[in-house]
């Protein structure tokens, strides 16, 4: 069993550190919020006091924190963690991020003599509550199996996109299909019931026609048509507004870099922008669709 430094402890840290407590790793964990640290000690961790007390002493590194600055400066900045990682140490970034740095971190621990993957996930939290996430890593054949039986603990399937970087190249192509699916699926429900269907009905009938998507299948936006989802529980919890905001920014950025064309991506950006706005941008993305619907007349 690995000694695991994990940082980062929120909807998606946390419960991917409780599932590898318990396959019996032993976890240092940290976290700005000290709440979030206190779940993990519950569960058996040992909390440290700093990011760098943390990785001392770990044999591997897993963040998950929410963007490409924390990333950068968790590694590279004035309190960075990176030179203190013992260098036999494996360095696990789950974070989505830009994929310039998560090559750029990946080099530099290259120069230290560290293996660094970046393994973005899919699967939300109910993913990984269950244990059930989608790793989608870029890094060396080498680097990602040594990951493997630490990455096996917290999902099911486990993808080598290529090399470092390229976890998050198709990471951020999955979630502007996410962003653009759920503002299409709220958008269509809202058009059936201004229409006067009910919206679980017409959901019964996207589920089993053309139109069906995860959305329809397992985080159906409209409430009170699906049990254990956001939109049953006020759209708290979740993926948050800001959080698809961000990767859909990611992928404009990747748009540009390329010349590649993304119209319903830049318009999906546009319409999580203007929710966020209006004071959405905590709650969970599938809050969408409350821009869209209208009240009954
Ligand atoms: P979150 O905001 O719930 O949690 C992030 C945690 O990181 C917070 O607890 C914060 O205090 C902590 N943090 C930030 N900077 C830190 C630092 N320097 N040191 C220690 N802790 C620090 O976000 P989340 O929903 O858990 O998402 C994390 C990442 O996973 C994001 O990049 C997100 O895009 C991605 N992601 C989220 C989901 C989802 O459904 N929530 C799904 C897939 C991928």
């Not at 000694?3 to 909807?11: D, S, V």
């Not at 090559?103 to 660094?116: E, F, H, S």
């Amino acid at each position: 069993m690995s000694n695991i430094a994990f940082i980062g402890l929120g909807n998606m840290g946390g419960p991917m550190a409780q599932n590898l407590v318990k396959a019996g790793h032993a976890l240092t964990v940290f976290d700005l919020v000290p709440a979030a640290v206190q779940v993990l000690v519950a569960d058996g961790a040992q909390a440290a006091g700093s990011a760098r007390e943390a990785v001392a002493g770990a044999d591997v590194v897993i963040s998950m924190v929410p963007a490409s600055q924390h990333v950068d400066a968790l590694y590279l900045g004035p309190d960075g963690i990176l030179e203190h990682i013992p260098t036999h140490a494996l360095v696990i970034d789950c974070s989505t991020i830009a994929p310039q740095t998560a090559r750029k971190v990946a080099q530099a621990a290259l120069a230290r003599g560290l293996d660094m993957v970046d393994a973005p996930v899919s699967g939300g939290t109910g993913g990984a509550i269950a244990g059930t996430l989608t790793f989608i890593v870029g890094g060396t054949v080498a680097a990602l199996e040594r990951a493997r039986p630490i990455l096996e603990k917290m999902g099911k399937n486990i993808f080598h996109a290529g090399g470092a970087g390229a976890g998050q190249v198709a990471k951020i192509a999955n979630n502007m299909l996410l962003g653009v699916q759920m503002a299409a699926t709220a958008e269509a429900l809202a058009l059936g019931v201004a229409n006067g269907l009910d919206p679980k009905v017409l959901s019964d009938i996207i589920g089993k026609s053309s139109g069906r998507n995860w959305a329809t299948e397992l985080y159906n936006p409209w409430p009170g048509v699906m049990e254990n989802v956001p939109a049953a529980k006020h759209y708290a919890g979740g993926f948050g507004v800001d959080l698809m905001l961000k990767d859909l920014g990611l992928a404009a950025e990747a748009a540009m870099g390329a010349r590649a064309v993304i119209p319903l991506g830049e318009l999906a950006r546009n319409l999580y922008a203007l929710h966020s706005s209006q004071g959405s941008g905590k709650l969970d993305f599938s809050s969408i669709v409350n821009l869209i619907k209208r009240d009954a007349p």
